[in-house]
């Protein structure tokens, strides 16, 4: 069957090698993509953001499958255009995807259904926020309601950190996204993402695997899109592990009970507080970089996977995992996540990939004339397969070694914390 994913960053490379592998895929077409997705599939240009356009395309290609990557298309309701034209698909409808795409419904969501959260205020007017904030005091949380480009979340330590970002909210600093605000308390733990596929019955859990956000070692610097990961969380109990699956469970029961029919993947963004995981989000699609760490491990055919969850048949078949260890390190850009160049020659691609274990999967790349050129701010996730957490870090970071360009820099502490167990987190 002919593929049309959508998306362009190293998470869609990772879906990419995945669908690519499967003996049922037989064009897979990548819309924008990037470079390294060039090299697995056909490159399209579409606006991913119009359904009606992505619908006529994947009709056009006779594409019995459409996969979404990225929260944008999902929350602009690409899916049900894909889904009207008749066509499979994997990611929510635009209902669904509300669970990302506004804090304060996901926020109900959680409420309703009893699923352990931080206690919240939602507010559109900045008296009542500011209020709120006096009488609640720091540390708070204020987040954006809506999609801001995981840069909607402050995490105040003082009163006036916390009112200022509410100001600056109510000021349009994330436009539309701003108008309505969900204040919460703080929550202290080590963080943990568990990916889930569904079919709006059946729930299938992934391991758990865990991003990195800040820019350098230490957990020190800017927030980034993710500096690296791993998986699976050995610092996980069995008693946690289990509390997740059943809040995964319980989320996708709760948004039957609403009407929604969530076909695709569920991230539930957790933080393991001394009650127990609570969630800090849900997301409507695969965490990038979680999915370079959790694709690798699955052992069944991806394209079997989608398009039972699209027809919602997951119940049908079984899911295997690999029993290995993943770890991903992000190659960035000098400069990352401020101003870098783009256009730079890469070299070593080929001689890390050519390792035992190894996957680079691209995130910022552009393919020319047979040469990788930088072209995002995070450009490369180099991943690596062991049988344990060591052997697939270091096997990673040799990997790393062999690549380079002007600039180049990656954090060298990846899954440090893994090792050193829970009291690295206090
Ligand atoms: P979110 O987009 O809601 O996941 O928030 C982004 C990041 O902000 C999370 O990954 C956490 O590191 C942090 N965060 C969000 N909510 C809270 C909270 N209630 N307590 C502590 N940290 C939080
Ligand atoms: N790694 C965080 C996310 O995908 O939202």
């Not at 490159?43 to 994947?58: C, M, Q, S």
């Not at 027809?311 to 990352?336: C, F, H, M, N, P």
């Amino acid at each position: 069957m002919n593929i049309l994913l959508l998306g362009s960053g190293g998470r869609e490379c990772a879906l990419a090698t995945s669908l690519a592998k499967s003996p049922r895929c037989d064009k897979l077409f990548i819309a924008p993509g990037n470079g390294g997705t060039a090299a697995i599939g056909t490159n399209v240009e579409l606006d991913i953001l119009d359904g009606n356009a992505v619908a006529a395309f994947a009709k056009e290609q006779d594409c019995g499958l459409v996969v979404i990557g990225p929260e944008a298309p999902l929350v602009a309701g690409v899916a049900n255009a894909v889904r009207d034209a008749g066509i499979d698909c994997f990611g929510p409808n635009a209902a669904g995807a509300r669970i990302e795409g506004s804090k304060d419904f996901s926020k109900q969501i959680m409420t309703k259904y009893d699923l352990p959260t931080a206690k919240y205020g939602t507010f559109s007017d900045s008296d009542s926020a500011l209020r709120y904030i006096a009488e609640q005091g720091a540390p708070i949380v204020v987040k954006a309601d809506g999609l801001a480009a995981g840069k909607g979340v402050t995490v105040a330590l003082t009163q006036a950190e916390a009112e200022e970002a509410v100001v600056e909210c109510f000021d349009g600093r994330f436009g539309a996204a701003g108008a309505t605000v969900v204040i919460e308390e703080m929550m202290t733990g080590p963080e943990c993402s568990m990916l889930a596929f569904t079919d709006g019955k059946t729930v299938y859990p992934m391991a758990e695997s865990q991003d990195h956000k800040r820019a350098y070692e230490g957990d020190e610097g800017p927030n980034t899109g993710g500096m690296g990961a791993y998986s699976p969380v050995p610092i996980v109990t069995p008693e946690e592990h289990d509390a997740m699956v059943d809040v995964m469970k319980r989320a996708v029961a709760g948004m039957a009970a609403e009407g929604i029919d969530y076909r695709g993947c569920l991230y539930g963004g957790f933080m393991l507080t001394e009650e127990g995981p609570k969630l800090l989000e849900f997301n409507c699609r695969f965490g990038d970089p979680e999915t370079q760490v959790v694709l690798p491990r699955l052992a069944t055919d991806l394209v079997d996977v989608m398009v039972a969850t699209a027809e919602g048949k997951l119940d049908q078949i079984e899911l295997e995992w690999r029993d290995e260890w993943a770890v991903t390190v992000v190659l960035a850009s000098g400069g990352y996540p401020g101003s870098y160049k783009k256009g730079l020659p890469i070299s070593g691609i080929e001689d890390a990939a050519a390792l035992d274990g190894v996957t680079v999967y691209h995130a910022g790349t552009k393919l020319e004339d047979g040469v990788f050129y930088t072209n995002g701010g995070r450009v490369l996730d180099v991943t690596a397969l062991g049988n344990s957490f060591e052997a697939a870090r270091d096997l990673a970071y040799k990997a790393c070694s062999l690549i380079s360009w002007d600039g180049m820099f990656m954090r060298h502490d990846i899954g440090a914390r893994a090792l050193r167990g829970r009291e690295a987190w206090n």
